[in-house]
């Protein structure tokens, strides 16, 4: 499977953006999903998952209340809704896979990777 994100772009503090990630092939449904963000000279972190099915999420302690992570199986798509951003949100965003099916924060439990979308929040 191929993830292309898409929807980053320049937006104020305390505003809001959607950014999307689109998979190719016919597995989408057998992955848990997640996202992940890395600022300029830091490393790359966790922000959100999702299980298979969607009925199970987990979130950054930093985004927790501010953006909900949901995924439609029909589109093969994945999407980061993210509200009241702040400055500190600037990065690029990454989604990725987990073949096995995990929603955790640990980076190597992601083996597909997107390109990442720049998601910039000017204060």
């Known amino acids: 499977v191929q993830l292309q994100a898409s929807g980053g772009g320049l937006v104020q503090a305390g505003g809001s953006l959607r950014i999307s990630c689109a998979a190719s092939?016919?597995?989408?449904?057998?992955?848990?999903m997640g996202w992940f963000r890395q600022a300029p000279g830091k490393e790359r972190e966790f922000v959100a998952a999702?299980?298979?099915?969607?009925?199970?999420?987990n979130y950054a302690n930093s985004v927790k209340g501010r953006f909900t992570i949901s995924r439609d199986n029909a589109k093969n798509t994945v999407y980061l809704q993210m509200n009241s951003l702040k400055p500190e949100d600037t990065a690029v965003y990454y989604c990725?896979?987990?073949?096995?099916?995990?929603?955790?924060?640990?980076?190597?439990?992601?083996?597909?990777w997107g390109q990442g979308t720049l998601v910039t929040v000017s204060s």
């Open positions: 999702i299980t298979r099915s969607g009925g199970s999420t």
């Open positions: 990725a896979a987990s073949v096995a099916g995990l929603t955790t924060a640990t980076i190597r439990a992601y083996s597909l």
């Open positions: 092939g016919r597995t989408f449904s057998s992955y848990a």
